[in-house]
Each structure stands twice: as C-alpha cells, then as structure tokens.
C-alpha cells in the first residue's frame, strides 16, 4: 500500500517567503550596524611621553645657623692692692745655718739617757676559744694547752648533761624529735661567766639554758698576748624527745 503525500507538506511551494524573510532580515542588521556610535581612541605614543617638558623648580640656598653661644663671664674684679709706705721700717729675720763645722765639737749620747717606751696593745675584745693563745682553765683541767682544750670541752659537757632537766620537753608538749639548744656566753678577764644568749625552740629552754649556764664555777681567765681578755665560747645542748 502506497503512502500519500499531502500536497501542503511541500516546502517548494514556500521557498519565496522564505527568502523574503532572509532577505529583510539581512537588511534589519546591516541598518543595525550603520547606526552604531564609534569614538575615535586616541593612543598616547612613546613620542608624546618623552616630548614632554621637564619641569626645573627653583630651590633656594639654606645656610646652617650655628647655635647661639653663651657669653663667657666677666673676669673677676682685680684685687686691691695696698700700697706700703717706704718710710716703715721692716725688720728682717735672719736664719742661723743649722750646719756644723769640724772645729766644733759634738756631744756623745749615752745609752742610758735613751728611755724605751712600751705601748700598750689593744687586744679585741672577746676572742674566740678556737683561737685563743691560752685558753680559760675549767676547775680540776692540767696538762698543755690542747689538753687543757679537751678537758674544757669534756668538762663543760658533762656539767650540761648533769644539771640540764631534759624532761622538759615532754612536760611542753614539743613533738618527738632531736632538740638543739645553742647558748654563747663569755668568760670574762675574772674568769667569771657574762653576756649569755640562748637560741632554743621554745623560751622554756632557753630560760634553762640560761640557769644550767649561770651554775658554772669561777674558771681560771684565758690569755692573749699575755694579758688576761675576753674568750667567747659557744656551747650546744643537744636532747631527744622520745614518744
């Protein structure tokens, strides 16, 4: 079976319309593009740029201007001199020389008319018993000079540990523990104990330090340069607390 063909659905027929329709529109652009607005660029060239001229300015000259110094102050007023009469008389010392001639005879000095004077040296005071030449003596030491040191030391432990209450601490309720009490006292020219200080954690202690202190004898005073001095002396007093 044959298909047919609507005799309208043939373009032929329409190729005039069509290029009618070309044609105005062909013509609409061209109007367009006649009526479009252009500007004339105008382009700077390297020419322009280097032809331009050069503008000089005119600076002025400065000077520097040094500061203003101050003047010197004046010179100070000249000082008056008095003038002397010639008349007055002025009397002139004169000045015997002092030196000696072989006829004049010198005399000898006899050694016995030379006194020898004997200054007394100052000795500081209160000297350290680590370094004193003689040391005090505690009642009852002997021997030389070191063991004369030992047995002060010894002696002086021993007077500690015989009068000192060490259930002190317990009866102030200190915590247990190791307890040290430091006393520095002196051992005057008379041998006598002076100038006590106490350091302890509790003012207790110090005050018993101070009694156990106060209750040592009358020692034999220590020596420097053979003059009797002050010697210091630092005594520590060492406890336990036990729990």
Sequence with gaps: MKTKKNARAKLENYSIIFLQLG??????????ALNIKSFDRQL???ESFFNQEEVIEDIPMTKRVDPIKPLPPPPPAPEIIEVVNDAEVINEVILESTETDETESVKPIEINDIQEVIEDEEVANDIPFAVIEEP???PGC?????????????SM??????????A????????????????????????????IKVRAPHKSLEKEAIRVIKL???????????????VSYMQPIIFKIVE
């Design 23 to 32: 044609l105005a529109l062909s013509l609409f652009i061209v109007y367009l």
């Design 136 to 138: 005090p003596i505690f």
């Design 44 to 46: 700077e060239t390297l």
């Design 168 to 195: 002190l601490g317990q009866e102030l309720g200190l915590s247990p523990g190791i307890k040290k009490i430091f006393a520095l006292f002196t051992i005057n020219s008379s041998g006598e104990i002076s100038n």
């Design 216 to 230: 040592l004898p009358k020692m034999t005073p220590g020596k420097q340069r053979n003059r009797y001095v002050n």
């Design 142 to 154: 002997k021997g030389t000079k070191v063991q004369k040191k030992k047995c002060f030391s010894k």
């Design 157 to 166: 432990a021993n007077h500690i540990k015989n009068n000192f209450r060490t």
